[in-house]
């Protein structure tokens, strides 16, 4: 089966339905996992975030609810956005439809998170430069950036295709991947069935994966400082170069100074203490 066979839908306009079920929540556990790690080793502080690529909002709802502060969800899918609001009724979060390249929060905020491949899903290495230019304007001076983001370093596990199956309540959904090398970039077919013989939903995707050198680079240039990389598999500090790290920056602020060290030497500062 090919993209060619039948009609092929934007990306996540589709597949938000089904999201959650076959990797939202499997995602945001993971993700909330390694938030806790980072607040209590940075010893975080934050009274208003904002979520980038916030898809269904698990993530936001989990700002929002367990650290009581105002969050903001952004996103550019309209589908994804619909099953975001039904995920947080109740909550203290507030929706914004955006292009996070031009991103342009109502006001500045604390802390800003972007989750589980949202850095990759701009293909182009002045989009991701943007992207941290966009990110330091909406923070307030000292305030945190905390995402991940996969890297050229064997992303599916030193295969050029990996294909997983996922099956909820009578839907079936195939995602197959393809890693091409020279290019660093990262096909996903998204295959969706509600039957065995009904007509499939098909979406296309595209990632780049980016080295850290060059991320360490445009973080710093956009006025971060950097205090830590992580392994995304073990939480421990990056060594080499993992299929898919964790970087933890701050805005510049009077009383910070940037960490220039190409080995980010924030990475391995001890644990504060409890």
């Given at each position: 089966?090919?993209?060619?066979?039948?009609?092929?839908?934007?990306?996540?306009?589709?597949?938000?339905?089904?999201?959650?079920?076959?990797?939202g929540?499997?995602?945001?556990?993971?993700?909330?996992?390694?938030?806790?790690?980072?607040?209590?080793?940075?010893a975080?502080?934050?009274?208003?975030?904002?979520?980038?690529?916030?898809?269904?909002?698990?993530?936001?709802?989990?700002?929002?609810?367990?650290?009581?502060?105002?969050?903001?969800?952004?996103?550019?899918?309209?589908?994804?956005?619909?099953?975001?609001?039904?995920?947080?009724?109740?909550?203290?979060?507030?929706?914004?439809?955006?292009?996070?390249?031009?991103?342009?929060?109502?006001?500045?905020?604390?802390?800003?998170?972007?989750?589980?491949?949202?850095?990759?899903?701009l293909?182009?290495?002045?989009?991701?430069?943007?992207?941290?230019?966009?990110?330091?304007?909406?923070?307030?001076?000292?305030?945190?950036?905390?995402?991940?983001?996969?890297?050229?370093?064997q992303?599916?596990?030193?295969?050029?295709?990996?294909v997983?199956?996922y099956?909820?309540?009578?839907?079936?959904?195939?995602?197959?991947?393809?890693?091409?090398?020279?290019?660093?970039?990262?096909?996903?077919?998204i295959?969706?069935?509600?039957?065995?013989?009904?007509?499939?939903?098909?979406?296309?995707?595209?990632?780049?994966?980016?080295?850290?050198?060059?991320?360490?680079?445009?973080?710093?240039?956009?006025?971060?400082?950097?205090?830590?990389?992580?392994?995304?598999?073990?939480?421990?500090?990056?060594?080499?170069?993992?299929?898919?790290?964790?970087?933890?920056?701050?805005?510049?602020?009077?009383?910070?100074?940037?960490?220039?060290?190409?080995?980010?030497?924030?990475?391995?500062?001890?644990?504060?203490?409890a």
């Amino acid at each position: 089966m090919t993209s060619k066979t039948f009609p092929v839908f934007r990306p996540y306009s589709r597949l938000a339905r089904s999201y959650d079920a076959a990797l939202g929540v499997p995602n945001f556990l993971r993700t909330r996992h390694a938030f806790r790690f980072l607040v209590r080793r940075y010893a975080i502080r934050f009274r208003s975030a904002a979520d980038l690529g916030c898809g269904t909002g698990l993530f936001a709802r989990y700002l929002a609810a367990c650290w009581r502060v105002p969050v903001f969800a952004v996103d550019r899918s309209r589908e994804m956005l619909r099953v975001a609001r039904g995920n947080c009724c109740g909550s203290a979060v507030q929706f914004l439809e955006q292009d996070i390249r031009c991103l342009r929060l109502p006001q500045p905020v604390d802390l800003i998170t972007a989750n589980f491949d949202t850095l990759n899903h701009l293909v182009h290495r002045d989009e991701v430069r943007r992207l941290f230019c966009r990110v330091a304007e909406n923070l307030r001076p000292g305030g945190w950036f905390i995402f991940d983001f996969v890297t050229p370093c064997q992303p599916l596990a030193g295969r050029r295709t990996w294909v997983r199956r996922y099956r909820h309540c009578g839907r079936e959904l195939q995602q197959r991947i393809h890693w091409d090398p020279p290019r660093r970039l990262l096909s996903i077919l998204i295959v969706e069935r509600w039957a065995a013989h009904s007509p499939p939903a098909v979406e296309v995707h595209r990632e780049r994966a980016y080295a850290p050198r060059e991320i360490g680079r445009w973080l710093l240039d956009a006025g971060f400082v950097i205090r830590g990389v992580y392994d995304a598999a073990t939480l421990r500090p990056a060594r080499n170069c993992p299929s898919r790290l964790i970087v933890v920056v701050q805005a510049r602020a009077d009383h910070l100074r940037p960490d220039r060290s190409p080995r980010y030497r924030g990475a391995h500062q001890p644990e504060p203490q409890a």
